[in-house]
């Protein structure tokens, strides 16, 4: 199937590592252009010598983007780069483990600038441009989102609050043309979970629990299943698809607990 992402462009938040470095990978095998905006310079640097390797094309760009300025100076260097924008995948997140208990006012707000704020930030400064193209917006939400997960009131707000942005912003955008999706990923392993099942006492042991409850296969979701449907999403493949909340969990979300 040909997605027609040839020569496209599409920013690419938290894109050096994790679900964000998959789909870069698989954009650039659909002959896409990622933008990858991440604070790991080590790691996007690496990356854009891979697509490089593999002949294809990227720009890495370093942004911590909780600062309005560096996105903004991120966007207009993407734009004037390629001359074009199609599309903006907000992806970067962190379960921060800010809660009710362990956690406080100031840690909480930023949690939200963490996993929130950024995703209004770049869909606002990139909308002009994405009105050029009638691009597309994808947001990375996650279960935690409609299931809770306790002790991570600034993760789950934000990833909450990430649905329904993209409902608001899906509903604002039609008379451009825009579509506006999210992914809603459960488990899947990536630098970012290693890390959290690193917090428990017996990370193994963890690993394999929760590896037992999802009932689709008893595994996690890779980080190339993600991919696979956020560059379906992107495309014009899905061009009557809009406001959706896509879930990728192997049925974790959903499917009867009896299963498991
Ligand atoms: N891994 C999972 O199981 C899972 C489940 C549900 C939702 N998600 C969501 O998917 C998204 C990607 O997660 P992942 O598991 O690939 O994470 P990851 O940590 O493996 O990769 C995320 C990347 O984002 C970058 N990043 C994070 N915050 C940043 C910031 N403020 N500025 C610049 N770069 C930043 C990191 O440097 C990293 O390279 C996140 O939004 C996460 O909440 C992941």
Same mark, same amino acid.
């Given at each position: ?8 462009? =599409? ?6 590592? !994790?679900?964000?470095? *998959? ?6 095998? +659909?002959?896409?252009?990622? %933008? ?13 010598? +891979? ?13 911590? &983007?909780? +600062? ?13 780069? @390629?001359?074009?924008?199609?599309? #903006? ?17 100031? *840690? =909480? +707000?930023?949690?939200?600038? #963490? ?11 990139? &909308? ?31 990833? $909450? !609050? ?23 990923? *459960? ?5 970012? @979970? ?8 017996d990370p193994q042991a963890?690993?394999?629990?929760? $590896?037992?409850?999802?009932? =689709? ?8 299943e993600i991919a696979d449907?956020? %560059?379906? &999403? ?12 896509? @879930?990728?969990?192997?049925? @974790?979300?959903? &499917? ?5």
């Open positions: 199937m040909d997605l027609g992402i040839k020569d496209k462009v =599409f920013i690419i938040t938290g894109g050096a590592k !994790g679900i964000g470095r *998959a789909i870069a990978l698989t954009m650039v095998a +659909e002959g896409a252009r990622p %933008v990858i905006l991440d604070k790991d310079d080590q790691a996007g640097a690496q990356l854009v010598r +891979e697509i490089k390797e593999a002949g294809g094309h990227s720009i890495f760009l370093k942004v911590d &983007l909780t +600062e309005y300025d560096q996105c903004l100076d991120a966007v207009n260097f993407a734009v004037n780069h @390629y001359q074009r924008l199609d599309g #903006l995948l907000n992806n970067a997140g962190i379960n921060d483990n800010v809660g009710l208990e362990k956690g406080n006012p100031e *840690a =909480f +707000e930023k949690s939200l600038q #963490l996993n929130l704020m950024h995703y209004y930030n770049m869909a606002h400064l990139c &909308l002009p441009h994405l009105k050029k193209t009638k691009g597309v917006i994808l947001n990375t939400s996650s279960k935690t989102a409609v299931t809770g997960q306790g002790g991570t009131s600034g993760y789950v707000c934000a990833k $909450a !609050g990430i649905l329904g942005l993209t409902r608001d912003w899906a509903a604002e955008l039609i008379p451009y043309g825009i579509r506006v999706n999210a992914m809603v990923p *459960a488990e899947v392993w990536t630098p970012l @979970y290693e890390w959290w099942v690193g917090t428990f006492p963890k690993k394999e629990l929760i $590896a037992s409850k999802i009932p =689709f296969g008893k595994r996690f979701t890779t980080p190339q449907m956020a %560059v379906f &999403l992107v495309s014009a493949r899905a061009s009557h698809i809009t406001g959706e909340h896509v @879930y990728v969990d192997g049925g @974790y979300t959903h &499917l009867d607990r009896a299963l498991t």
